[in-house]
């Protein structure tokens, strides 16, 4: 499958068929991950946090566990997106700038400051175009296996970079992989795509992207924007024009934790997701939620997290007929959680969970926090005290969203209640109906 993404350098014609094909025998029940170590070229440097030794711990847990050889799974590379697939989503301007970028030249410090280029958040780096477009092409070909029905379940861990916007880098984002293979899904002849991102950061790039677009309806649960970047993402936010609707958002009051989230969760995605009733789910599963995520203040355990992963699974199959493309994201704690949590969502779409309570190799343990000093120079989250297991040590509890409004001296109610109140009557939905 190496170079799968290069048929992605001619536009595919909207006038392919409206549904997506079937899967091929054998092979629907099966779970792509795109990898190849070349991805690890994502790289802002050392000091930056959005460091690629996160991923390259992830896939080394993954074989550890002999994960990557079970039947349920395909681990193949992908090639670089071309300019036109990836200018479905951004400007012709902002590729030439991000191809003609480079640590130390002359265009370089002309483009400081611009397109987003050359930020604390987006430094250059060299080849940033190849990286970039590579992680984008592990996404499309993602989509592709999806869509296609060579696969039921794709994973492109290095992408989920939700935050890039049209003309401009944003929040560690160089190009928005997300964005664009929901672009080429469309182009492809989806009339229906939903996106799910619970990243603890608004995904504002892939909202902003399809936010007049009524084939794409966007949901995001994060801390809100009034205590974290990027500052969007709040209920009001519901689409304009045709797509009035199709832009959901809750925003999660600080602290927030498994109890919480989840019945944030239960009382938004899947009622939105079933009216929709979505031929594609794309999500992004950025695991900054986490209580040791040094980056924000939502309170999520592993435990938490692998109960949003198998509840988005779940859905995916009742209203999809299971074409799920789970995607990577933020998650800065890079040794203690991102390889845990990433581990388990392939797992879980490869129909092979793995037991909160099983041990990590103990080979595994002892040797992540050093590649991680070793990679950035810095002690980890980890290096206090490495987790032993899977799981943080208690399966997530949570009250799900009942009819009515909640409590309305509750924060987090308070702000379910307002995005339900935003969007279901835009859908014909009551939101003081059961969920």
Partial sequence: MRGVARSYRRRVSTSANTEPSPAAPGAGAQALLIWERAMLDYDFG??????????ALTMDLAGAVGLLDAPGITVASAGMAGDDLIELVHDPAYLSA???????????SLLAGRFGLGTADNPVFDRMHAAAALVTGGTLAAAEAVWKGTHQHAVSLAGGLHHAMRGSASGFCVYNDPAVAIAWLLSAGASRVAYVDIDVHHGDGVQAAFYDDPRVLTISLH????SLFPGTGFAREVGTGDAEGTAVNVALPPGTGDAGWLRAFSGVVPVMLRAFRPQVLVT?????????DPLADLRLSLDGQRA????????????????????GGGGYALDAVVPRAWTQLVAIAAHTPLDAARALPEEWVAGAPARVRAATGHDSVGAAG??????????????????????????????????????????????????
Avoid: I, K
């Fill in 46 to 55: 050392p000091t930056h946090p959005l460091h690629p030794v996160r991923l």
């Fill in 98 to 108: 991000v191809r003609a970028a480079s640590p130390g030249s002359r265009a370089g």
């Fill in 223 to 226: 801390q809100s924007g009034r």
């Fill in 284 to 292: 992004q599963h950025g695991c900054d939620t986490h209580a040791l």
């Fill in 308 to 327: 949003s992963y198998e509840a988005l699974h779940q859905l995916a199959h009742e209203v999809c007929g299971g074409r799920w493309l789970a995607c």
């Fill in 386 to 435: 490495m987790p032993s297991t899977f799981g943080d040590g208690a399966p997530a509890a949570y009250h799900p969203w009942d009819a009515g409004e909640g409590d309305p001296d509750d924060p987090l109610d308070r702000s379910v209640a307002q995005t339900r109140s935003a969007v279901l009557p835009l859908h014909g939905l009551d939101p003081l109906a059961d969920r």
